[in-house]
């Protein structure tokens, strides 16, 4: 029995482990879906849509019938007395003696009776009002305008999901690619340092049976320890790497993953010259939209002041009952309740108040005056943006195209240079010179393959193109 419960919770504990290294396998597409599901600023941006949903009903429901329900019961420790003329009884005497008695005062210590008034105490020591009052709101110009305000506040909250969406698109594929641009890199310098380690072995017997000098051996040196450092760095940046992506993932830092696409793949893939030509609708640009309704938001603030010179008109109805007894008896089926019901109608009617709102809607006309110039200034910016990105990947695409080129020709330099060195015919200096500008070519074209991908996505973001 304890064999079969051992190997159960080995199972177990297998299984979960498995689960805890899965690796998730994603192309540059697919990272993009799962950001947009899974991604931190996007939960954000869905959860403020939901809340301004709920905004829009509050500021709806304020408008709506209001149903309160109120209880206070009372009890008086010490109940007050009420002081009444002892003249408005028939039998003064008759009263007074009563009142000495039942308060345990005389006539001639309390002045009060001596001046011929007598006192009362009204109702009982404790009572319960319970009560229910309706409330409905008849008109009010500011109900009005916060309910077209909630809504516009509902499609703000959504446009900030749209440029959400293109925000994350962008930092997942930044994100994608710095990752391949790392491996790149690393795979690149194991096969120049592998190269390099050769060249320094081959030079070191040569100069071991005196064929060349020790610099040209110590300059190799110089040249492979500063490879391995570069290579060192690389791989430890890949970390980092991997951990932005999966912040831009929404995922634990230290979740696995395997990028299915390559470097070289997306950046022939991301070469679409058509987007070039592509021309540019700034009334369709998610921050022309957010904009618009910047300028929207003003006018209303501005129409909202105007509202509070209008009167508002409110009614209610009340509906009460009343228990009253000397001790707690409001349980009982005999105790006695009296009702109460009450209809109203409030009208409040605003007549001045010292010019402040007309302060107040001066200061909104001069809100959407500003938002008018932010809209016009928006447009302009829009465009210059639209214009500058195309340049810029135009760029990326020619950088790309040349350094491809100039990456083989310093490939064939530098083989050239080894094969001259090795056999007398360059000195260490040329195969030196050779060697770093191979190094510079093969970064320069892993950064312009980097730069495609990246400068085709911030014009996808200039121009405003949908996510598919």
């Not at 050779?434 to 393959?449: E, R």
């Amino acid at each position: 029995m304890k064999k079969i419960v051992l190997v159960l919770f080995t199972v177990f504990f297998i299984h979960v482990a498995n689960a805890q290294e899965k690796t998730l396998q994603l192309s540059l597409k697919e990272a993009i879906d799962y950001a947009l599901k899974n991604s931190y600023n996007t939960k954000i941006a869905k959860n403020d849509i939901e809340k301004a949903k709920e905004i829009v009903w509050e500021t709806t429901a304020s408008g709506l019938p209001q149903v309160n329900a109120r209880l206070d019961y009372q009890n008086f420790l010490k109940q007050p007395v009420s002081l009444l003329p002892a003249a408005a009884f028939d039998n003064r005497e008759s009263v007074v003696e009563t009142v000495e008695e039942f308060f345990d005062i005389n006539r001639e210590s309390s002045p009060a009776v001596a001046d011929g008034f007598i006192p009362v105490v009204f109702g009982t020591k404790q009572n319960l009002n319970a009560s229910v009052t309706l409330t409905q709101l008849l008109f009010d110009g500011s109900y009005l305008v916060a309910l077209q305000a909630s809504k516009t506040f509902l499609k703000i909250s959504k446009q900030a999901e749209e440029k959400t969406e293109l925000l994350t698109r962008e930092a997942v594929i930044n994100a994608y690619g710095n990752i391949l641009v790392t491996e790149k890199s690393i795979e690149i310098l194991k096969e120049n340092i592998k190269i390099l380690e050769k060249n320094y072995s081959d030079a070191q017997k040569i100069y071991e049976n005196g064929f060349n000098e020790e610099e040209d051996v110590e300059q190799l040196e110089i040249t492979l320890g500063n490879l391995k450092n570069q290579r060192n760095s690389v791989i430890r940046m890949k970390e980092i790497a991997y951990q932005m992506l999966n912040i831009s993932l929404g995922n634990a830092i230290n979740t696995k993953l395997l990028l299915t696409d390559s470097l070289d793949g997306l950046a022939e893939n991301n070469i679409n010259l058509e987007l070039i030509g592509k021309t540019f609708d700034f009334s369709n640009h998610i921050d022309f939209k957010i904009s618009e309704n910047d300028r929207e938001t003003k006018r209303l603030m501005m129409k909202l002041e105007q509202s509070k010179y209008l009167p508002s008109l409110s009614a209610f109805v009340n509906y009460g009952r009343q228990g009253f007894s000397d001790s707690f008896t409001f349980l009982n089926n005999n105790q006695q309740w009296f009702d109460s019901s009450l209809l109203g109608v409030s009208l409040n009617v605003p007549i001045f108040s010292s010019f402040s709102r007309k302060a107040k809607t001066a200061q909104a006309k001069i809100a959407l005056n500003t938002a008018d110039i932010r809209l016009e200034e928006t447009k302009q910016r829009l465009a210059l943006q639209a214009k500058k990105a195309k340049n810029e990947y135009q760029l990326s695409i020619e950088n790309y195209q040349t350094s491809k080129r100039n990456v083989n020709l310093a490939q064939r330099i530098e083989k050239k240079q080894r094969i001259k060195f090795f056999e007398g015919i360059s000195s260490s200096f040329d195969l030196l010179q050779a060697q770093n500008q191979l190094y510079a070519q093969q970064q320069n074209y892993i950064q312009s393959m980097l730069s495609i991908i990246a400068k085709k996505a911030t014009l996808e973001n200039a121009l405003n193109l949908q996510i598919k």
